[in-house]
């Protein structure tokens, strides 16, 4: 029997490129989104049009908030899912800090309201889009999945993230039935190798390779990094940047073991890195060399909230999923460069921002 898939946020960046790997892995994918972070000119949001296009498979699409508990019983209703991928949520930072109701109504009351839908209608098995900013200023490196949360995080969203697996932990101790992996995410970027589904910032991108990717393009006239004065190997900050179609895949292999035989129970947390981490300057090399243009930039002040070094130990993720890393910051700076110049507007037919 095909397995029924419910995603949440399944328009957005890591959202789309999820379920393009479970249609080419033959489950069956409803995605519920409310759009405010989504291109939507017709009936479907434009990323899963083209997702359709690419997989030749179709999605079935609900426009809905996850406050709207009608809404989700509705859907939990007239479909038997076997697991939830939760990806909707608010995520700039800055934002966070100006508007932090907004992001604890919306994302952890949006997280409360899909659970009890899911415990209403029998659905147990939850995979979870979480952050390695749950880990704060890291205490020590690489991060591994033991490393304290939520001391240190410096922004609302971060917080939201870190409220949110607190709440999944005292269910799971509550309840023996549920089953979640909860993802932590380093830093995803690139975009499918087609160039037709990836990342679309709203306005002016805050993160680094949307950022660079805009440079390059000509839409921004050059880069700011925020300090060259950190520990590292040439004071720019460093992450541990994951390609979207591995981060992707990984989710897939969180659902498989969740379906499998001896599969995962009660609450998992699992880090999504290569357990590389590469600086900004490093990454503006990369990007020259898969665009072949230079890129301009200045030196200019440390960002606030901004840790030096953050990168994942990832041995937990090939144990418990049997999932590693395959690409390289090449292949993401690439397909970055192929998605932007495809589409130099992102998902709309004109430009916006
Ligand atoms: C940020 C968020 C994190 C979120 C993640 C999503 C903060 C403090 N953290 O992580 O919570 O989960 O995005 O991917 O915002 N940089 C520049 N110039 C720029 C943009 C970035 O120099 O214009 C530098 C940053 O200082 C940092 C690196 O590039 O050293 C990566 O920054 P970014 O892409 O924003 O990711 P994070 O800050 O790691």
Request: with cysteine; net charge negative.
């Amino acid at each position: 029997m095909v397995a029924e898939v419910l995603v949440t946020g399944g328009a957005g960046f890591v959202g789309s490129h999820t379920v393009l790997v479970l249609l080419q892995n033959g489950f069956k994918v409803v995605v519920l989104d409310n759009l405010v972070n989504a291109v939507s000119e017709g009936p479907k949001p434009e990323a899963l049009v083209r997702v359709e296009k690419l997989t030749k498979k179709s999605v079935e699409f609900h426009e809905a908030d996850l406050s709207d508990s009608k809404a989700l019983d509705d859907i939990f209703s007239s479909h038997n899912f076997e697991c939830v991928i939760h990806f909707a949520a608010l995520k700039a930072v800055g934002e966070s800090c100006q508007l932090p109701l907004a992001y604890y109504r919306n994302n952890v009351a949006g997280t409360l309201s899909l659970l009890e839908a899911m415990k209403k209608h029998k659905v147990h098995r939850l995979v979870f889009s979480s952050s390695a900013t749950v880990y704060g200023d890291p205490q020590y490196l690489p991060l591994d999945e033991a490393h304290p949360t939520g001391q240190g995080c410096t922004n609302p969203y971060g917080r939201t993230k870190f409220f949110i697996e607190e709440m999944l932990v005292d269910l799971c101790k509550a309840e023996q039935q549920w089953q979640v992996v909860s993802l932590r995410y380093f830093n995803p970027v690139g975009a499918h190798p087609s160039g037709q589904i990836g990342e679309d910032p709203l306005g002016i991108p805050n993160n680094l390779m949307p950022y660079v990717s805009q440079v390059a393009i000509g839409k921004r006239s050059e880069l700011q990094i925020f300090g060259d004065d950190y520990d590292t190997v040439d004071g720019t900050g460093v992450r541990d940047y994951i390609h979207i179609m591995d981060l992707a895949d990984g989710h897939v292999s969180a659902l498989e073991r969740l379906l499998g035989s001896d599969p995962l129970q009660g609450f998992n947390a699992v880090n999504l890195g290569t357990g590389k981490g590469n600086s900004v300057l490093e990454v503006v090399a990369a990007f020259e060399k898969a665009s072949n243009k230079k890129l301009k930039y200045k030196i200019v002040a440390r960002r606030a909230g901004d840790v030096a070094t953050s990168f994942a130990d990832p041995k937990l993720a090939k144990e418990l999923l049997g999932w590693t890393a395959k690409k390289d910051i090449l292949d993401m700076c690439k397909d970055a460069w192929n998605w932007q110049v495809q589409n130099p507007n992102g998902f709309r037919s004109s430009d916006k921002n």
